[in-house]
Every structure is written in C-alpha cells, then in structure tokens.
C-alpha cells in the first residue's frame, strides 16, 4: 500500500472519531475529577477525608473512596484551579492512551510486515471511540494511570526479568485495589520475584500514606474499605461486574451473596488458570488481557471506564487472526473482535437511559443489553486465544533486528 493511502486512511479514521466525540460531547462535565478536586480542598482545610460526601442524582451521594495513598498523590488538587487540572488530566490520559496502545500493537505491526505509525495510527482512534475510553474521558477518571503502570510492569519489566518487574503492578495497587488481580497473576505464573516486589510495593506504599495521614488511613482500612455502600449501587447498570449481573436480575431482592462468591470462585480459578497458560506460552498480552477481565468480573464494582481490559483482548483476536491460514478460524476470531468492539462502540448507559430507580430486567433484550460487558467478559475468559511462538521484541536477548526483515517495515 502506497504511504499516500496510508496516510490519509489514519487521517480519515482519526477525523471521523474527533467527529463522533465532538457530536458525543462531555456527558459527565469532569464530575469524578471534580469530586477529587473538592475532597483534596475538604481534606486540605482540616476536615476528615472519608467524611466528604456530594449528592449524585442515580447514586444518592458520592464519597471520595481511594485508599489514602491515592489521596496523598492527588493532594495537590486542593491547590490547582479546576480548569488547570482539567487540562492536565486530558493530556496525560491521551499520552498514556497512545503510549499503551504503542506498547500492545507495535509488536503486531512488525510481525506482519506493516509499518508500526500506521498500525498505531489507526488503533489509537479507535481506543478512544469506545465507551470505557469515553466515560474516563467525560468523568475524568484515572484509569490510564493505573493501566501504564500495569502494561509497564507486565509487558516491559517482567518480560526482561527486570529487578523492578512488579512495582508497577504494586504501586498500582496501593493507588486503587482492583489492580491487586495482577498480583494473583504474577503467583500463578510463578513469577516469584516480581510478586514479592509487587505486594513490597503495596503495602510500603500504604505504609508511607499511613504515616503522613494516620487519622485518615485508620478509618479507610478499618471501616470505609467495607462500607459497600459508599461507592454507589452494585445494581446500577453502569456496573458490569458478576455481582452487578446479579443484582440487576434479582431485582427487586438482594442477590444471593452465596451465589456470587460461588461464581466469582469459578471466573476467577478458570480466568487465572488460563491467564497462567498464556503467560507460560509466551502471549504476555493474553494474559494480561485475561487477568484483567477476572478482575473485573470478580470485583464488586467494575463501572465501565474500568473496563479497559477489553482493548489487549482485541489486539490478541485480531493477530491471532492474521495469524491463521484457515478461511474459517480467521473469519471466527475477527468477527468475535468486531462484535467486541461494536459491544463497546454502543456502550451499556451512553445511548439508553436506565433512570434512577432500581429497574428490574424484564426481557431477554434487556438482559443482554444491560450486561453487555459482563457477558462479553465471560466469553472472551473462555475462547480468548493464546498465541505461541510470538516473537516479542521486549523480552530479554531479543532484539528488534532478530525479526525477519519484511517484518521491520517503517
């Protein structure tokens, strides 16, 4: 393909997606990255941090529920104008976007002889089109913070069996707890090294907030970690987790919490199992892709801007699917991509209003729709492929020249 062409096809998808969000617009108005702002001024002018709380419409009221060495690293918000860290928020969530889409799909550019900036260039727009991305734009989320430092950790650090391998995934942890489903990957691929770094990192971390703000760390590990309730409706559709599932399907009762543990037990046994397969194979990015979903599934909450996890699963169905030579499997493996992404494309709260009230499920449409994201997880946990014999550049004595030379085009 003639670079010209190349050229104006990333042009053409990348106006066609600043199109879209222009029409989409900003949904949400920064409202987490707000409600961060106003608990670090709430915090900073003496008041207890976990006692801040602002009402939300859906939610009935919003707390400030990161553990307290997020909150010593967002400090800092109490003393810059709102609009100067609106501004910072937007471009270092767009750099990490495009670092991290650079990390998972370079590599699949060079093993099949393209060009990596027109790869990239044409992944990144579609990163950014879909809902996970928009509602962590919109809300002004710190999910890319979290996401670099995971990839970082999993795909450049661990790969090379760096002395550093895990404290990406640590510190990640210590910034917000889900991320801690990467620990449990890093014990079952028996990466031992790298999961003492990462769980040292943790709790050193923790111990450091604790000792600037002890007050404050005291109430959120001994009563506001296990207040449920501070973090919103687990029935609200925007939650895509197990437990969101189930609350929305037994509504209007409770669901069964034996239930949930049993399921979350089995998502979780079989999601790492397979994640560890991947990881020993060699498909650093399956298995990731893997944990991350586990962790989504298995976590109370997943709202839908923490569902990133989805985009390495993409990367590996669609190079799964250049890879292969049969008409069929390949046909397969790029339609399960596209209606992944068109999945994510619609959303499950953009284009439909659930109101504000619990709302039972009252058709199989319905269900569909609103667990969209569960669903899809729980497939892709089952038939994601694991890719052997992949050369990654990353890894420790590889070098990009060891590549066969049609595949270091650009």
């Known amino acids: 393909m003639p670079k010209a062409i190349r050229i104006a096809t990333v042009t053409a998808i990348a106006g066609a997606v600043a199109a879209f969000l222009e029409w989409y617009g900003n949904r949400h108005d920064f409202f987490d990255l707000r409600i961060y702002v106003s608990a670090m001024r709430w915090w900073a002018d003496g008041h207890p941090l976990y006692d801040y709380a602002q009402p939300d419409r859906v939610q009935g009221e919003l707390y400030f529920t990161y553990p307290p060495f997020a909150a010593a690293l967002l400090r800092p918000l109490a003393a810059i104008p709102v609009g100067a860290t609106i501004v910072i928020f937007l471009i270092g969530t767009a750099v990490a976007i495009a670092v991290t889409t650079w990390w998972l799909v370079h590599p699949v550019a060079l093993r099949h002889g393209q060009p990596p900036w027109f790869v990239v260039g044409i992944a990144i727009p579609l990163v950014f089109l879909i809902e996970p991305t928009r509602e962590t734009f919109t809300f002004g989320q710190i999910n890319m913070l979290l996401v670099v430092l995971i990839l970082g950790d999993l795909l450049l650090l661990v790969p090379r069996n760096s002395r550093w391998a895990g404290l990406g995934v640590g510190l990640a942890t210590a910034l917000k707890l889900y ?3 990467f620990v449990v990957y890093l014990l079952a691929t028996r990466r031992w090294r790298a999961a003492i770094t990462a769980s040292a990192a943790a709790v050193g971390a923790t111990l450091l907030a604790a000792a600037m703000a002890p007050r404050d760390s005291w109430q959120f590990w001994t009563h506001e970690l296990w207040a449920t309730d501070r973090v919103g409706r687990t029935d609200y559709t925007g939650n895509q987790s197990l437990l969101g599932l189930l609350g929305r399907a037994a509504l209007p009762a409770e669901p069964s919490r034996l239930v949930w543990l049993g399921l979350v037990a089995l998502v979780a046994v079989y999601g790492i199992r397979r994640a560890a397969q991947a990881a020993r194979a060699g ?6 892709a893997l944990a991350g979903l586990v962790g989504a599934l298995a976590s109370p909450i ?30 397969a493996l790029l339609g399960l991509a596209a209606a992944g992404f068109l999945v994510l494309l619609r959303g499950v709260v953009s284009f439909d209003d659930w109101g ?24 892709l946990i089952a038939v994601l492929p694991v890719r052997t014999g992949v050369l990654d550049y990353r890894r420790r004595g590889a070098k990009w020249t060891d590549l066969p030379s049609h595949a270091r085009v650009g």
Do not use: K
């Open 179 to 181: 991320p801690g489903i």
């Open 302 to 331: 997943a709202w839908t801007h923490h569902v990133y996890w989805f985009v390495p699963a993409f990367v590996v169905l669609v190079d799964a699917a250049l890879r292969e030579r049969d008409l069929r499997p390949r046909l």
């Open 283 to 288: 498909d650093e990015v399956a298995g990731l």
């Open 356 to 379: 504000i009230a619990p709302l039972p499920t009252d058709t199989v449409g319905e269900f569909l729709r609103r667990n969209a994201y569960a669903l899809l997880a729980l497939v």
